[in-house]
Structures are given as C-alpha cells and as structure tokens.
C-alpha cells in the first residue's frame, strides 16, 4: 500500500530533515520540496488552485 505524506511549513523549520528522517526510518524514498520549484516557474502570486496543484505535487 503507498501512502503519501506531504510536510508543510514554513521556510527554515526543517522539513527537508524531517523528510529524510522519515525516509531513512520506514525505508523509503522522498522527493524534495516540490513548491519552491513550481513558484519559481510560475511566480509567488498563486491562487487557491495552485495550492491544489502543490498538494499533488
């Protein structure tokens, strides 16, 4: 069964560790933060349905 788990917060609070963290400790893969590099092509003015689009990643 694959379950999804998505780390929100903001910049700085560690979520790049605490996704490593999680990784290493159930034996899995993660993928690194997702919203940095979607706001950097689509710019910082985002609407609630880009927030939707992040979730997804």
Same mark, same amino acid.
């Given at each position: 069964?694959?379950?999804?788990?998505?780390?929100?917060?903001?910049?700085?609070? $560690?979520?790049?560790?605490?996704?490593?963290?999680?990784?290493?400790?159930?034996?899995?893969?993660?993928?690194?933060?997702?919203?940095?590099?979607?706001?950097?092509?689509?710019?910082?003015?985002?609407?609630?349905?880009?927030?939707?689009?992040?979730?997804? $990643?």
């Amino acid at each position: 069964m694959l379950k999804k788990v998505v780390i929100l917060g903001p910049e700085s609070t $560690g979520k790049s560790t605490l996704a490593t963290e999680l990784s290493a400790r159930f034996d899995t893969n993660w993928c690194p933060e997702f919203a940095r590099e979607y706001l950097l092509e689509h710019g910082t003015n985002y609407t609630f349905e880009d927030l939707a689009v992040i979730a997804k $990643g």
